[in-house]
């Protein structure tokens, strides 16, 4: 089976930064996209960023672009979230997913539709930013 663990979460001032972390077994690494998501109590779950298998596309939402960075190392069989000017907004449960479908390059579509069965997903890592 798939396994996919989440970790760099934590606390942090507004206009702050932190780097998730995210390492998949179970597959071939450098052959799946990949990408995070996020869900805050009472909240549906949402895209956040998301990475080709060859890293030639990335799409961010809207409301990280500028300030978030994607990014795989596959020699490692890691996947990274760089979060800088960090807001009290982004305050949420983050999770790390592993596409299904075998290098599948039309990231973007697949990236907004949340459908749980699309992906591989890890326990979530939370990200707590204080005003």
């Known amino acids: 089976q798939v396994k996919v663990v989440e970790s760099g979460g934590g606390l942090v001032q507004a206009g702050g930064s932190l780097r998730l972390s995210c390492t998949a077994s179970?597959?071939?690494?450098?052959?799946?996209?990949m990408g995070w998501f996020r869900q805050a109590p009472g909240k549906e779950r949402e895209e956040v960023s998301c990475i080709s298998w060859n890293r030639g596309t990335s799409y961010y939402a809207d409301s990280v672009k500028g300030r978030f960075t994607i990014f795989r190392d596959n020699a490692k069989s890691t996947l990274y979230l760089q979060m800088n000017s960090l807001k009290p907004e982004d305050t949420s449960m983050y999770y790390c997913?592993?596409?299904?479908?075998?290098?599948?390059?039309?990231?973007?579509?697949?990236?907004?539709?949340?459908?749980?069965?699309?992906?591989?997903w890890g326990q979530g890592t939370q990200v707590t930013v204080s005003s």
């Open positions: 179970g597959l071939t690494f450098d052959d799946y996209g």
């Open positions: 997913a592993v596409l299904k479908r075998f290098r599948w390059y039309d990231i973007r579509p697949l990236c907004v539709d949340t459908t749980p069965s699309l992906w591989n």
